[in-house]
């Protein structure tokens, strides 16, 4: 069974998506590339959720890491919550054999830290990123990791230079514990088709979790691209003069996967603007067209000094941390956020969504 | 000093550069954001082409690699050969505060895999490459190497997992020796503005090598751009339907790298197309239109295989080492472009170059 055809399916029930974006949606999904790989895919999502929404897959050897999450795990009422974190950007490939592509800008920091810190706070993590983008546990070492940090000593062992010897150690304990806990599923992609249709297979997944899912939409998604079947074959020729290029906007994938791939989620996007005037007011207007719960309002130049978390009812400004363990905007965003997703699951809980208020 | 002004006073000059691809070039400079850290770049530069030039800069605590690399250097004869290879793709901002862009495909394998067989013929490599792509000495690691890589033991020391114990030491005692020995140099580049003026800077310090410089241009430029003043300051709307946009072509720099900033160095430039039936042709016409001494042709999806080498007077097949301790192509691709440009030193020498055949 085909990609295309089980969104055809499906979505030909959709309620409160409307029809152009529909029509859209579709067109987009048939023209796309098939999904490499995408049983696989779908097996580890049905084993990581399964594993992680009943206690059973837990391993009986817990570290002092993994017994921690467990307890706030309790804290927090079994089954766990899962969060699809969605992480870097994606790419439009301007012909089919692909040399050329429209990239996003998008270095992953904010999704790779948002990672971590709800791993901290119980939560299970689909970690939803672009290939080579950064990575939990690994934002702290300088680039080239290897080359600056490894040495050999005199008789030919591996040690770590000194000076990332702290950072080294917390970041291999750190990926570990998540990883070997079973809290952490990477999953990459690289073009826009290939983001879409896996946060579909994720989505999709995480229905029967209900109120006790959460998307926290990251990535910087691309917001045009070429149709495969328009696209050309080969390598654009660069003989003849100036290129002229005409894209197609990439329809808002969010409202179908609010009114039907996962409609009982907590839902978080992100708007990054590099124009202040315009930040706040199209921050509002997402979050009211596309019905999410929150909406994280980021600018350009200060996006890792500060962000505006916006609510139906709030606007709160969070501000990086100054707790010197802390130095990141990331803590207080996702211990505001938890605590939000926990009042949205008691509400869900009593009938009273935030949706509905 | 402004990088613009010395681009121009020179240009006015250059000879054998059609006056068309001039003016392209003067528009392309001229409109391209200023580069940061030009300075820092050319003292970097200075030095170490300075050390390699003479015997002078040496250290007299050779590891045995370095003692190895000497003689071989010694057998070529001192100064030292200088080789710049430029990898990775370049990208293309299409917003002056920039979240989207073009980027080209290109992992950077080759030219890492290139500068470590360069530095071990006995040159010196100034690996000018794209930020993040892959680097000299780690292509045999795994991605995410430290989290693959390492582990920790139970008294919480760093280890390196068994299966990449002999790959990690490898690449650390490579990349160490290379950069100990002062034998490479990295400068990174992301935009084709950054790659284009540091190219220059990098050309222009290489003229006084003569022929014992050589250029290996394996990264993937872009052949299109979004000049700088008539770039979107903002990120580009998508409220209001398809994006239209054109593109400029970015001027052939190789009649000017080749004409004017280093005008006696042996020339290596690649041609990739996806498509095999224009693949040779253009080769061709490449070779003869920009001078080079050398054009690689190389096809996509079998780039990895094999490589056609040609030259004014040969076309040669390079395939895959089948030695499995070099089980790639760049091993006899620069066994054999190392001995062209041996010859093509000797030509110099006696007043015979290949140009002039």
Redesign the interface.
């Given at each position: 069974m085909s990609f295309q055809a089980t969104f055809q399916m499906d979505s030909s029930n959709g309620p409160g998506v409307p029809p152009e974006t529909l029509n859209d949606i579709i067109s987009f999904f048939s023209s796309a590339p098939p999904l490499r790989d995408d049983l696989n895919i779908s097996r580890k999502l049905h084993e990581f959720i399964e594993r992680n929404f009943s206690s059973s897959g837990m391993s009986p050897l817990l570290s002092y890491f993994s017994f921690c999450i467990l307890i706030k795990s309790i804290c927090n009422g079994y089954p766990r919550r899962i969060v699809c974190v969605t992480s870097g950007g994606t790419?439009v490939p301007?012909?089919q054999?692909?040399?050329?592509?429209?990239?996003?800008?998008s270095s992953g920091l904010r999704g790779a830290a948002s990672t971590e810190y709800f791993v901290k706070a119980g939560y299970a993590v689909i970690f939803l990123h672009r290939r080579?983008s950064c990575?939990p546990?690994?934002r702290l070492?300088p680039?080239?990791?290897?080359?600056e940090c490894?040495?050999?000593t005199r008789d030919?062992n591996?040690?770590?230079h000194q000076t990332h010897?702290q950072a080294?150690?917390n970041?291999?304990?750190g990926?570990?514990d998540a990883v070997e806990g079973g809290f952490l599923l990477k999953l990459p992609f690289t073009t826009i088709f290939e983001y879409l249709q896996i946060l579909q297979l994720v989505a999709k997944s995480m229905k029967s979790l209900g109120s006790l899912g959460m998307f926290y939409l990251a990535a910087?998604v691309?917001?045009?691209y070429v149709p495969w079947e328009s696209m050309a074959?080969?390598?654009?020729q660069?003989a003849s003069?100036?290129?002229?290029?005409?894209?197609?906007?990439v329809p808002k994938m969010l409202s179908v996967l609010r009114n039907e791939w996962s409609p009982m989620a907590f839902c978080i996007s992100f708007k990054?603007?590099?124009?202040s005037n315009i930040l706040l007011k199209k921050a509002d207007m997402a979050l009211r067209k596309y019905k999410m719960n929150v909406v994280v309002a980021n600018e350009?130049?200060t996006r890792m000094e500060e962000v505006t978390v916006i609510t139906s009812n709030e606007r709160i400004t969070v501000r990086k941390d100054k707790n010197p363990a802390y130095d990141d905007v990331e803590k207080p965003l996702i211990d505001l956020l938890v605590e939000r997703h926990s009042a949205y699951i008691k509400e869900s809980d009593t009938g009273v969504t935030s949706e509905s208020t």
């Open positions: 790419t301007l012909e054999r692909c040399v050329r592509y429209i990239d996003n800008f080579g990575q546990y690994c070492l680039d080239d990791s290897f080359l490894l040495e050999l030919s591996v040690q770590v010897c080294v150690k970041a291999i304990r990926y570990h910087a691309s917001d045009f074959e080969h390598k654009i660069s003069g100036p290129m002229d290029m005409r894209l197609t906007q990054l603007e590099t124009d350009l130049l």
